[in-house]
């Protein structure tokens, strides 16, 4: 906590007496509203709301003051006290951000490595995309099993209840998780090391060594175990292989462990080492009269595999859940493996080390009752001399594709079409885990190679540590049961972990991760779902595939928008314009119909909107109709590249017109406001309210590199500068109590942490934002409908205007928001890989991948060969990674004096170009060179326009550890 310096210090206002504990320029004077002497504390001049009572407002300071205390575990966020405008606003204009914390929002920093009790409540998705879900716990050992079976449905019992999974309960009691895991798994590892005659022996987790460490670089964990006194030291590696552009070898259903065991003594040393893992195969069943399960040991050249199947194929077994197989594979079979192919429990490492024998040795296969564990163990041993190092890799591969038991169960999933017939993707390639685990040892090296090459180019860069790992974290999603891909190729979504079906357009729509990382699968969607099964003959897209009762064919507004915007982003993330062309018509007609729902041609939607919130909203509003203007934007821009110039021209139109009317009907003067349609006095609205959302189709438009903008720059930056003062909130949960009049209000942050409210009403009409909801009862448990979101601070929203702020050069208060989030989610805290909203691993969290894009300045068109970037954070010093359609890579800058310095390399794939686009420190460019491998590429015009510097020649192809070098003096 902060101390409170007196009011004659030089670092307190003399004008309040409130005391700055941040840098001067930080605080904007003209944002102080001057407060009358009785709603101030008379012991430090600041003033709280002079609505509260006396006792209210204590309560006020006092969190207030504890604030920086309780939100971060490794320094205060917020300096404090606070001070509160004259009208009652329950969150303070100036956010007092510690000058500590300001400072980590930019600095590179140091990895952030967990250690003792922050490492209780991770859970890293460890296993191929959409694969089922697996954690790696903080100490390396795998749990939550849910490879075995799919949920058809939400959790049967949830109750509407605030502390069901589904509805964002594991936020608040981030130890209910653990009760999800319905059936354990045995699984391990165990080193036994003897130096000068002793013998050591420890398990390799928080149980065996008291110094574990863990650094979590998605999709990548990074574990060490040492212990004073004990002579070699561990690091693990576990992945599942992950190739940005590969689709198909990230979602392979295997997790890799790669142990590398080093003698840190001055003595050679003998070592064994061990992992062991159950036979799960129809884990629900615990019944001899199935029959038993199989232990067989597979040797060749390369490894000795155990693999795990069941001895009998009868029809009642075939229909359980988790019918099929699993296998554990150790690799480099050179005679020093080892192998035990049935024990029944582990309650002793040394045991299990002694029980093991020379693979040859081995009679198998061996088999065991369902009633009883059947536990595999593979080992290794070897010899070190002092420092040197071995490394031992485990891989564990699971095969169950089956959706079985569809007779017993009701649900959203059931819904699909063919959905008896339909199993997991990866039952196309394999037949059994065996074949997995074959496939990614054939592969291993460039499997292996490639992920890490992924991660070395991530973190390869000048952006802090904390950003990077934020950024990229939610895309871990894709490896959670949140997201399913069919073996007809379908890649279907819930919103979150088994909630909310349909991949729901103005959920998924938030997310930025997947459109870079994986661009095929969302090219997909657009092609099969969005403008495939979900377009309705009048134009519109359905917002939910294939749901029962087919009510996700209706129309969402905000999603029908974003996902027009979105196909234009599709489009430039491609090589060529074949998915333009292949779906021109199709988008053009679903424009025509939101263009059609602008009844009065003005550029504005006023009918009815449904939208993400949950509800129909009526009348104009900043929010949906700044989306229908990013659509008329998109349209405008595709239509021109396939010579529509008629359909451009009316595009255009309407866009110059809602533009124009955007700020004549929807601006206060601060933000953009919703006027409700009295005709629809029962309908949710946001009146007067300052809204999260409001600008988000010019968030949206600088993700997809429109062209123009879409709102005015000035007034879209004001709402903005609005949002981060009026619903920014130095303690969220604080909020959400003091702010009667919205009920029913999930929790995303707890007390004393930050974070970004959805909607608050600085100016008045809270009452009149959700008609009846003064009837609704007075408590805290359940969900009491649409409208209690207003009060929550959501990541993904958080996300989204974040990176608007940062894309409109409002680079610390864009990095404080997302810094928040990121601070919510520290393991001491709760799981730091698990973003929650309606459910756990929610996808719009990937909106996160936004925050980085909009650091960068990214840009990109393939078709036609365009690259761009405009560094937001350190310009003169940058680095980071890029995808493009074919290939990913690093670009960099470097600024000294008049002479600018620009990179672009090739790591992985290729990359077309013709056209790169550079933003400069000055207007005037004397020269400019361009090479590609210390070759001279001729430049057929640069052209300069303002701080932006375009550079074109004839098209080139940039191959793998290909590199560019701008030069520009």
Same mark, same amino acid.
């Given at each position: ?32 509203i001057e407060q009358q002497n009785e709603s101030c504390d008379p012991a430090t001049g600041c003033c709280s709301p002079p609505s509260m009572n006396k006792s209210r407002r204590d309560f006020i300071k006092t969190t ?127 080193? @036994? ?223 699909? #079409? ?113 403008? !495939? ?85 009526? !009348? ?134 930050? !974070? ?105 068109h393939g078709p036609k060969g365009y690259l761009s970037f405009n560094p937001k954070l350190t310009p003169n010093n940058f680095k980071a990674p890029f995808t493009v359609a074919e290939g990913w890579g690093t670009f960099?800058?470097? @600024? ?34 361009? #090479? ?38």
């Open positions: 906590m902060n101390t409170i310096k007196k009011n004659n210090d030089t670092n307190c206002d003399p004008t309040t007496g409130c005391c700055d504990a941040v840098p001067k320029e930080i605080v904007k004077k003209e944002e102080i207030a003051l504890s604030i920086g205390a309780l939100s971060l575990p490794t320094m205060p966020v917020f300096a404090g006290p606070f001070m509160y405008d004259k009208n009652g606003h329950l969150i303070p204009a100036d956010k007092k951000l510690s000058a500590e914390w300001i400072k980590s929002l930019y600095d590179r920093g140091e990895p952030e490595v967990y250690k003792k009790e922050q490492l209780k409540h991770i859970g890293m998705p460890i296993g191929g995309m959409a694969c089922g879900q697996l954690y790696l716990g903080g100490d390396g050992k795998l749990w939550l099993w849910h490879i075995f079976k799919t949920e058809y449905s939400r959790e049967k019992d949830h109750g509407q209840r605030f502390d069901a999974m589904t509805l964002g309960g594991h936020y608040a009691d981030p130890d209910k998780v653990f009760t999800r895991e319905k059936r354990p798994v045995e699984q391990g590892a165990v080193i @036994r090391v003897i130096s000068k005659g002793k013998s050591y022996t420890k398990t390799l987790d928080s149980k065996g060594f008291k110094d574990v460490k863990f650094r979590g670089e998605y999709p990548i964990g990074k574990i060490s175990y040492e212990e004073a006194g004990f002579p070699v030291s561990i690091k693990l590696e576990a992945f599942s292989p992950f190739i940005p552009l590969e689709e198909k070898d990230s979602a392979l259903p295997v997790t890799i462990m790669n142990y590398k065991v080093t003698n840190t003594s001055k003595k050679k040393v003998e070592v064994d080492m061990a992992s062991w893992l159950e036979n799960a195969v129809c884990p629900f069943v615990d019944s001899d009269a199935y029959g038993k399960r199989k232990n067989e040991l597979i040797i060749n050249e390369v490894s000795a595999s155990i693999n795990y199947t069941v001895n009998s194929d009868t029809s009642a077994l075939k229909k359980q859940h988790g019918y099929g197989s699993m296998n554990l594979t150790v690799l480099d079979n050179n005679g020093e493996s080892t192998a035990k192919l049935l024990i029944k429990n582990v309650d002793s490492a040394e045991k299990v080390l002694d029980a093991l024998k020379p693979i040859t040795e081995i009679a198998s296969p061996k088999t065991n009752g369902f009633s009883e564990k059947s536990i595999g163990v593979l080992g290794k041993s070897f010899i070190l001399k002092p420092n040197e190092t071995k490394e031992v890799t485990f891989v564990l591969s699971w095969f169950f594709p089956h959706l079985n038991q569809q007779e017993k169960e009701t649900g959203q999933l059931l819904a699909l #079409k063919d959905i008896k017939y339909l199993k997991r993707h990866y039952n196309n390639d394999f037949k059994s885990a065996r074949e997995v685990s074959n496939y990614v040892i054939s592969n291993y090296k460039r499997l292996s190679e490639t992920t890490k090459l992924w991660n070395k180019t991530w973190y390869d860069s000048t952006l802090p540590y904390w950003l990077l790992d934020r950024s990229f974290i939610s895309l871990n999603c894709l490896a959670t049961n949140t997201a399913l891909w069919f073996d007809n190729d379908r890649f279907w979504g819930w919103e979150g972990v088994e909630c909310c079906p349909g991949t729901c357009q103005h959920v998924w729509q938030y997310a930025q991760g997947m459109a870079r990382i994986f661009p095929s699968i969302e090219m997909g969607l657009r092609e099969n779902i969005d403008y !495939g099964r979900s377009l309705n003959a009048d134009g519109s897209l359905g917002h939910r595939d294939e749901t029962a009762g087919g009510y996700g064919l209706q129309v969402a507004h905000d999603g029908h928008c974003g996902t027009i915007m979105r196909a234009y982003r599709e489009h430039k993330m491609s090589a060529d314009n074949r998915f333009l062309k292949a779906n021109y018509e199709k988008i053009k007609k679903s424009i025509q119909f939101i263009i059609n729902e602008d009844k009065d041609k003005d550029g504005l939607l006023e009918g009815g909107q449904h939208n993400t919130l949950d509800a129909s909203w009526y !009348g104009i509003m900043g929010w949906i109709s700044s989306l229908y203007l990013g659509a008329l934007a998109s349209g405008k821009e595709m239509a021109l590249e396939v010579g529509d110039k008629d359909f451009s021209k009316t595009c255009d139109a309407l866009l110059i017109k809602g533009r124009e009317n955007m700020v004549k009907e929807l601006y206060n003067g601060e933000y953009f406001i919703h006027k409700p349609d009295p005709k629809y006095p029962k309908a949710i609205n946001t009146n007067d309210g300052c809204h999260i959302d409001q600008v988000l189709g010019q968030s949206f438009a600088w993700q997809v590199g429109l062209s123009e903008r879409v709102i005015p720059e000035e007034e879209c930056k004001s709402a903005l500068k609005s949002i981060w003062k009026y619903n920014f909130a130095p303690d969220a949960f604080l909020y959400q109590e003091q702010n009667k009049p919205i009920k029913g209000v999930r929790i995303y942050a707890t007390k004393g942490e930050a !974070g970004t409210i959805m909607c608050t009403w600085p100016k008045g009409g809270v009452e009149k934002a959700v008609p009846g909801m003064d009837k609704r009862p007075d408590e805290s448990e359940t969900w009491l409908g649409p409208g209690g979101y207003f009060d929550e601070a959501m990541n993904g929203f958080e996300y989204q205007v974040a990176s608007h702020m940062i894309s409109e050069g409002m680079l610390l208060e864009g990095l404080a928001t997302m810094k928040a989030v990121h601070d919510r989610y520290h393991p001491a805290l709760r799981n730091p890989f698990n973003e929650i909203e309606c459910s756990d691993h929610y996808s719009r969290s990937m909106a996160s991948y936004g925050v980085f894009l909009s650091v960068c300045g990214f840009d990109y960099s800058q470097k @600024r000294l004096g008049n002479t600018q310095e620009n990179g672009i390399e090739i790591t992985y794939g290729k990359l077309s170009l013709s056209t790169i686009s550079l933003n400069i420190k000055s207007d005037v460019v004397k020269n400019v060179t361009l #090479k590609l491998n210390d070759k001279h590429i001729d430049i057929s015009s640069k052209i300069v326009n303002g701080s932006n510097l375009n550079i074109k020649f004839e098209s080139i192809v940039v191959n793998k550890k290909d590199k560019i070098d701008i030069l520009i003096g």
